[in-house]
């Protein structure tokens, strides 16, 4: 792997000079079709409303949407002229989005107007009730969000206080080349350019800081470990929020000048009508999303007869799953990777050349420019080959930090420069490594890191509840569900359902409990600490999980 010491904005103006009339982006649902000319002509013009708009190199702006055009739009055009993105979870709610607003500074938030339930004009006014008498294109002033001073809407319609798409890109005409230029020749490599929040333990949330170099030669190493080449076609539903989206693929795609065919969001037919019609050659996605393509190819027939490649990774994945990937898709190339958000994100990989049961049951090995060892949680000392202990990596893609959180970050980097990642492990002699469970009690579902301390403090807010235990019980589809474990009030009743509907409106769907239950007291060590490996193999009988619990991943 070659080291690429360039800002995003440098890389994509060399792609767009060498592979000017190639295309860069493709929507097979809508008329979206750019040549990289084209996308870094998009990605200037959005920079320069920035600028227009008034933000300043080193300002903070989320981004509340889906896999729309304007998304990769705005990763590009931000990371120009030196605004850093804060990229914000789809499924989030009020309390959620208010959260991080705040613990980010942003300046600005950019929004589509609603996704799926979920009214995203509606939960930013319940934030800021204020906006709705705000008029449209002033700046913002509220005391309860005071570094907030503009509201966008990623879409022609209009909605109290917010400016719309075309009046924000107005904003830039006044802007010249000149001026961009200035702006982007002032933005280095080392710079944080994107902030993106994974759950805490502490029960919030935390701003990984990213930069240029960390994502730019993730999405390059990881490009060169699935052989993405100028010639492919990849195609995504992976949210572009997650690293997976906005690194692993779109910027993926720019190092390589290859074509990125965006889904706005996963729904499994579209996906393969869309790699039928674009004859993608690369396919992305996380175990649920390749199960749930694999069923959807039981009822209809699609040419998928160009896939070949692809990355499967965001959760564990089954080694059943990864078979049928390469016997029914056809993707004799799919690898698996493994990582972190701290990580930019992908620490391991496995390689196309690997031989199949290496790619169907390990996460494969160090990227390039990345260092992995696994040590023993309790003193830290390296471990031999085959001994499980938590995966440590250092190396270019390790974070900047947590925003404004020095204490957590000094926790997950050592003096050495060491991210201790909180997964167990083991390495093999060659490298290759297997991930055997976590240290911390987290849950991933479907790809979405869920930290069950986050969702203990919301149900504390319940009157009813005296205590409560969150855990992950396995899933087939999902791979993991979240379970409540609840202790009641002394003298109080409740149902499931209660609980669930207290949750609906006020934490992301994916975060409200599939199962509850009630309990009068919980499995404790001798020092009173509560068991929760204990709390999953009770569910896991109790609610006849032992098929989940059994499906072998790498």
Not at 45 to 70: F, M, R, S
């Amino acid at each position: 792997m070659s080291f690429l010491n360039q800002t995003i904005g440098a890389l994509l103006d060399e792609v767009s000079e060498r592979l000017a009339d190639k295309e860069a982006m493709v929507y097979a649902d809508r008329p979206v079709r750019y040549t990289y000319r084209q996308l870094r002509q998009a990605s200037d013009q959005v920079a320069k409303a920035l600028i227009g708009l008034g933000i300043k190199k080193g300002d903070t702006i989320a981004l509340w949407a889906t896999n729309v055009p304007e998304w990769v739009l705005l990763q590009l055009g931000s990371a120009k002229m030196g605004a850093i993105l804060v990229t914000v979870n789809t499924q989030y709610q009020a309390s959620e989005l208010e959260y991080l607003l705040k613990q980010s500074d942003s300046t600005a938030i950019f929004l589509v107007e609603r996704f799926k339930q979920s009214d995203y004009v509606g939960i930013f006014n319940a934030i800021l009730p204020e906006l709705r008498e705000h008029p449209r294109g002033k700046v913002f002033e509220f005391s309860s969000l005071p570094k907030l001073r503009h509201g966008i809407l990623l879409s022609e319609q209009s909605a109290p206080g917010l400016l719309n798409w075309s009046e924000f890109l107005s904003l830039g005409e006044a802007v010249s080349d000149e001026t961009l230029r200035t702006y982007q020749d002032a933005t280095s490599p080392e710079d944080v350019i994107n902030i993106q929040y994974t759950s805490g333990t502490t029960g919030f949330p935390k701003g990984v800081m990213l930069t240029h170099i960390n994502i730019v030669n993730n999405a390059n190493a990881v490009a060169d470990a699935m052989n993405l080449k100028e010639e492919d076609r990849l195609c995504f539903p992976v949210p572009l929020f997650h690293c997976f989206g906005c690194v692993m693929s779109s910027l993926a795609c720019v190092t390589k000048g290859a074509t990125m065919v965006p889904i706005e969001y996963f729904e499994p037919h579209t996906v393969l009508k869309a790699v039928e019609q674009e004859q993608c050659t690369a396919l992305h996605g996380v175990p649920t999303m390749f199960i749930a393509e694999l069923e959807a190819l039981k009822t209809k027939t699609y040419d998928i007869g160009t896939l070949r490649k692809g990355i499967m990774a965001g959760s564990p994945c089954p080694v059943e799953v990864m078979k049928q990937v390469i016997t029914t898709m056809g993707m004799e190339e799919v690898t698996i990777a493994y990582g972190q958000t701290e990580a930019s994100p992908v620490i391991t990989q496995t390689r196309i050349d690997d031989p199949l049961e290496r790619r169907v049951a390990t996460v494969g090995r160090n990227l390039d420019g990345i260092e992995v060892k696994i040590v023993d949680p309790a003193t830290g000392e390296t471990l031999p080959y085959g001994q499980q202990g938590e995966l440590c990596a250092r190396g270019y893609s390790i974070m900047a930090g947590y925003y404004n959180m020095p204490e957590a970050t000094r926790q997950a980097i050592d003096e050495e420069g060491w991210l201790h990642t909180g997964d167990l492990a083991v390495m093999d002699e060659e490298g290759y490594c297997n991930i055997t469970g976590r240290l911390k009690d987290m849950i991933i579902r479907g790809g979405d890191n869920i930290y069950p301390r986050e969702i203990e403090e919301f149900l504390y807010r319940h009157p009813k509840i005296a205590d409560v235990q969150v855990v992950g019980l396995p899933d087939v589809k999902y791979g993991e569900e979240v379970c409540a474990v609840i202790r009641l009030r002394e003298g109080e009743k409740a149902t499931a359902e209660e609980i669930r509907e207290f949750c609906r409106g006020q934490i992301a769907y994916n975060k409200i409990p599939r199962f509850v239950d009630f309990v009068q007291d919980y499995p404790v060590t001798a020092s009173g600490k509560i068991q929760k490996y204990r709390l999953r193999e009770t569910y896991i009988e109790k609610y006849h999980l032992q098929e989940a619990a059994g499906i072998v991943t790498a």
